[in-house]
């Protein structure tokens, strides 16, 4: 062994490795060659392309100098489902040779030349090729030719001492080799795993792990608890083979390890480390897919009590670190991976006779000591699989883990990596850091408007979301649920949530390790540990037996799957006829016959789908015409429930954003830091439309039953969308004329929402989409200027009569509140895409009110105010027009291209405030003034006056509306859309802080001025009208002041109600003003 001598860690290595050799040479050094001495050999050969594994056990007893037990065993998995048969062979009839010499012992010198000859067949090794050929008892006949042998000797400097110093000794004969196969007259090919055993005794408990991508890749895991001297320790030896890498780890080299082993759950868990190299693994398998007992060698001969137990379809997955570097080096998944625990850690321990069984006689057909059809642990009756059939060829993807979801991403690491790999690793990186921040239910919440919540609340949201789910869906209508799929169930929140709901058994599978153990570790605080259980599993290879679950739920789990008729194929075929499917996805918009999505758009999902490791795309249309035409479900809805969600991903950024987001972040590493850097991608797809939040349920359909049109069916629960929320549950109980759609069942109805409904609901659709608000303050500001111009002349003119001046207002206001509607309205239509975000509960994203309605509503009301106006033809009319065109005009470049002036917040300011405060008002004050003859007898000064006030409102309000109301999520809004907002550019806290400044000087200016008019006010009741409203404007200071300090910048909703305050005060100011006349 060469030793650095520069080294203290080596001379540490050197001398541990001295003193455990002395131990060993204590306690062996008198040991013989004589019994007991176990030899053995295992042969498995993977066929991934068809699912299927085999593996060949061979082994002899002596307790002497002679054989006293022989045993085969053939184990065959295939499809989830393993059977198996063990004999016991009368070792008179058995010979084992070393090149041409008859031997009883086996060693790792005899691997090239050995022969052994039993009356159910032969096995030979031969340099680097392996053959065997058996006919077992009860008629099974296996062949196969192993070629290319790759040798690996995992003992190390243990393997150069004296065969009868160790207790067990390994040799790896071949981690890869490409073999040729028949069984039953079915022929296949795969590659092949052979080992050899010998010594004294196995291990007081140990397990065993081997697995293959088919080629490129090779890992195997031995190890347990040794019993040396009467001291019992774990010692474990680890490989894992690919082309960049070969690593290997030793417990005998004092490299380190870490496991977690849970044989009565199927998993093991392991992290090895040495140097600056750590290696993690993650195995799992159910535990119905276990075999029976393997009889195994103990001191006194061949047992099963415990023996050992073995299943040949678990999922490992598998994960490189370099300890420079948080992000793995290299990263594996394997499936159909051998997972074996024996000994104490065989939870399946039973009594079983000891190697007692009568032996055949010679010459004869050995006596049959077993045969399994599979016998499997008593959790469920496993399904019996026919040897002969020929399996299906299945291609593999990625299981999803939810909850939110969903919707979290990762950057693609330097290294190319596959999909399935890019999905399990982010979850397993991420999946912690948001579990702390947001809880155990990760995915969207729902939401009916846009206003602000706390981190509590969007909890108590994404709960919300899974009720409204299950109440559009209809769970209970018929029954409820027993027994439950959570497909991708991330950490089991909604597993845990269904599980308590209906009472029912819940199952939940992802592709994360970590998920997994963070699901069954939350599940064991709730108390639901034994009701919920959860697995590592693959979404397009289900492995459960058809017809299982009465609900299948995938809520933000289809987004990760590559084949999306495979995906929704193993949902139906573990769906019980009757039963129910729910599923929850991202999908693109709907697109019509012909129509593929814009340049733009591609390029978006594209970006995302780098980020996230998303496949292609679909539509909730192309799910539906899956289950309705490939499957032939009933009962099918689909909905868009876009809307309902708008809030959830900025309050997710917006948590990242805290500092205890940060924190968490920087400690989920690099690559999950990366991933919520990229989450306004997501955003951005929801604000668009380009991508949509699509719900899908249905029925399988029960065999024999008349299901007739799907589409009837589907047609009539479609209706059953427009009811989303809780409220549909009241809703449905009232319109009792309307069938439901049940599972399996056919109904005739088209919609549950007549036509009077809808034509009722326009007016209110129509209101909301004029913004009211805005037209009170047109209302005010038009009545206040033309009673502030009328002011002075009052009780002076006799011609001045109310009834004209109400007439002639009333002219001027018609046509200006249409304006003001054409403005608003287009606004929002070349806002859209932003409103989706910012205020999803509009008319135009809420689906309210289609694009084409709102076009009809702002022009009709440009023309109406036109045509007004030059019907009426009042007095004055110049200047009406010019107060109206004006304000059209700044409206049209305001929001609409080439111009759209709210991209540059000071351009735009300046518009408003010309146009606005002085243009506008001076316009509807001269319309007045030349209408009602008064022109001539208003002071010049006053007319100076009003424009300054309202051009200093205008400024004001500029900076409450494109600031602070656009708060975070609007921030980012505009931000992603290229608008310069006040916000944007300096933040909203700081916008916020102007206008409430500049809002604060004119209340005070305002104050001041009334104080000062009050003086030289000419008779008590203007002096006393005057005081009281400079007194007023020092109270709205004082409440200014005071609602100011409740609001925190970062609070939307906070700000928004300041912003209405801020309106009131407005309102009132023009209400009051005239009183100062």
């Given at each position: ?658 500092p205890r987001g940060w924190w968490a972040l920087l400690r989920g590493g690099a690559e999950t830091f990366r991933g919520a850097l990229v989450m306004p991608l997501m955003n951005r797809g929801y604000r668009t439309g380009t991508i949509r939040f699509g719900l899908l349920t249905g029925c399988k359909a029960v065999p024999g039953s008349t299901s007739g049109s799907t589409s009837s069916a589907s047609s009539a629960s479609t209706a059953q969308a427009a009811l989303p929320t809780l409220a549909s549950k009241f809703v449905r109980r009232k319109l009792r004329f309307v069938p439901r759609a049940a599972c399996g ?333």
């Amino acid at each position: 062994m060469k030793v650095s001598m520069g080294s203290a860690r080596s001379y540490g290595q050197m001398f541990a490795r001295v003193g455990i050799l002395f131990i060993l040479l204590t306690c062996f050094w008198c040991a013989t060659a004589r019994g007991p001495w176990f030899n053995g050999w295992c042969t498995r050969i993977t066929d991934l392309e068809q699912g299927r594994t085999l593996t060949l056990i061979l082994g002899s007893f002596q307790s002497s100098e002679t054989w006293s037990q022989v045993y085969a065993a053939l184990l065959v998995s295939e499809n989830g489902h393993v059977r198996s048969e063990q004999v016991l062979l009368d070792p008179a009839n058995v010979t084992m040779h070393r090149g041409d010499n008859l031997v009883t012992k086996l060693t790792k010198g005899d691997q090239d030349h050995n022969l052994w000859t039993l009356p159910i067949g032969s096995f030979r090794t031969n340099v680097s090729i392996s053959t065997m050929d058996f006919l077992f008892p009860s008629g099974w006949r296996f062949s196969a030719r192993l070629e290319n042998a790759v040798p690996w000797s995992p003992e190390g400097w243990v393997g150069h001492l004296p065969t009868s110093m160790m207790p067990t000794h390994y040799f790896v004969r071949s981690l890869h080799s490409s073999t040729e196969y028949e069984l039953d007259k079915v022929s296949g090919k795969g590659v092949a795993h052979q080992e050899m055993n010998y010594g004294r005794r196995f291990p007081v408990a140990f397990t065993w792990v081997q697995a293959t991508d088919g080629g490129r890749i090779q890992m195997l895991l031995t190890g347990g608890k040794f019993t040396i001297s009467g001291v019992t320790s774990e010692h474990f030896i680890l490989t894992y083979r690919s082309k960049e890498r070969h690593w290997t780890f030793r417990s005998i080299d004092l490299h380190r390890f870490q496991a977690k082993v849970e044989p009565c759950n199927g998993t093991l868990a392991l992290t090895a480390f040495a140097g600056v190299r750590r290696l993690e693994l993650m195995i799992s398998a159910r535990p119905e897919s276990f075999s029976e007992n393997i009889f195994v060698p103990t001191t006194s001969g061949f047992s099963q009590d415990p023996g050992s137990s073995e299943s040949h379809s678990a999922l490992a997955v598998v994960r490189l670190y370099d300890r420079r570097s948080q992000r793995p080096v290299e990263y594996a998944i394997f499936r159909h991976a051998a997972l074996e625990f024996g000994g104490e850690y065989n939870c399946r321990a039973r009594t079983a006779s000891t190697a007692t069984t009568a032996i055949a006689p010679a010459f004869v057909v050995p006596q049959k000591l077993h045969t399994q059809q599979p016998r499997v642990r008593p959790m469920r009756e496993a399904r019996v699989s026919n040897l002969t059939r020929q399996s299906h060829s299945l291609t593999f993807a990625a299981a999803a883990a939810a909850a939110i979801a969903g919707f979290f991403a990762a950057l693609r690491t330097k290294k190319q990596r596959s999909l399935q790999q890019g999905i399990a690793d982010f979850y397993d990186a991420s999946t912690g850091v948001w579990v702390e921040i947001w809880g155990d239910h990760l995915h969207h919440g729902y939401y009916e408007d846009n206003s602000w919540r706390s981190l509590e609340q969007h909890q108590e949201a994404q709960v919300r979301m899974i009720e409204e789910i299950l109440s559009w869906a209809e769970v209970e209508a018929v029954e409820a649920p027993k027994s439950v799929l959570d497909v991708g169930c991330g950490v089991g929140g909604s597993s845990r949530f269904l599980q308590k709901k209906y009472a029912a058994k819940v199952t939940g599978i992802t592709l994360s390790p970590k998920q997994r153990e963070q699901a069954a570790n939350l599940s064991m605080r709730t108390g639901q540990d034994g009701l919920c259980n959860f697995e590592v599993a693959d979404a397009l290879q289900m492995p459960f037996a058809d017809n299982s679950f009465d609900l299948i739920w995938s809520l933000e789990s289809g987004e990760h799957m590559p084949q999306k008729s495979k995906f929704m194929s193993e949902m139906h075929r573990v769906c019980k006829p009757g039963g129910r499917i729910i599923l929850v996805t991202w999908v693109h918009r709907d697109l019509q016959n012909g129509e593929s999505l814009r340049p733009k758009e591609q390029r978006l999902l594209d970006r995302i789908s780098k980020a996230y490791h998303l496949p292609e795309w679909c539509s909730i249309a192309d799910y539906r015409k899956i289950a309705a035409e490939d499957l032939g479900m009933t009962g099918l809805k689909t909905t868009d429930w876009t809307q309902y969600i708008a809030p959830f991903w900025s309050a997710v950024i917006q948590s990242a954003l805290q500092p205890r987001g940060w924190w968490a972040l920087l400690r989920g590493g690099a690559e999950t830091f990366r991933g919520a850097l990229v989450m306004p991608l997501m955003n951005r797809g929801y604000r668009t439309g380009t991508i949509r939040f699509g719900l899908l349920t249905g029925c399988k359909a029960v065999p024999g039953s008349t299901s007739g049109s799907t589409s009837s069916a589907s047609s009539a629960s479609t209706a059953q969308a427009a009811l989303p929320t809780l409220a549909s549950k009241f809703v449905r109980r009232k319109l009792r004329f309307v069938p439901r759609a049940a599972c399996g069942q056919v109904v005739s109805s088209t919609s549950t929402t007549s036509s009077l409904e809808n034509f009722l609901k326009l007016p209110k659709t129509i209101w909301d989409f004029t913004r009211p608000h805005t037209l009170i303050g047109t209302f005010l500001s038009i009545t206040t200027v033309h009673l502030f111009a009328v002011a002075p002349v009052i009780g002076q003119t006799p011609n001045l009569h109310f009834a004209h001046f109400a007439r002639l207002t009333l002219q001027a206001l018609a046509p200006a509140m249409l304006v003001n509607v054409y403005i608003t309205g287009l606004n929002q239509i070349f806002d859209v895409e932003i409103d989706q975000q910012n205020k999803p509960y509009l008319p135009i994203p809420s689906g309210r009110l289609s694009l084409t309605s709102a076009w009809i509503v702002v022009l009709s009301s440009l023309f109406l105010a036109e045509a007004m106006t030059l019907c009426c033809q009042p007095p004055g009319l110049p200047y009406l027009q010019l107060a109206l065109l004006s304000s059209a005009i700044l409206g049209s470049a305001y929001s609409a291209p080439p111009l759209r002036l709210k991209r540059f917040p000071f351009l735009a300011a300046f518009s408003i405030i010309v146009v606005r405060g002085i243009v506008v008002n001076m316009g509807f004050y001269a319309f007045i003034v030349d209408a009602m003859g008064i022109a001539g007898e208003v002071p010049a000064g006053r007319s100076v006056l009003a424009a300054t006030f309202f051009a200093v409102f205008g400024l004001v309000f500029l900076h409450v509306h494109a600031g602070p109301i656009q708060d975070v999520p609007d921030v980012l809004g505009d931000r992603a859309n290229h608008i310069r907002s006040l916000s944007v550019r300096i933040g909203p806290a700081k916008a916020l802080r102007i206008a409430s400044a500049v809002l604060k000087v004119l209340l005070i200016a305002t104050g001041f001025a009334f104080a000062v008019g009050a003086g030289t006010a000419a008779g008590l009741l203007r002096a006393t009208l005057r005081g009281a409203l400079a007194f007023a404007a020092l109270l709205f200071l004082k409440l200014l002041r005071h609602e100011e300090k409740k609001v925190d910048a970062e609070n939307p909703k906070q700000v928004f109600d300041f912003y209405m305050f801020v309106w009131k005060i407005f309102y009132v100011s023009y209400i009051l003003l005239p009183l100062a006349m």
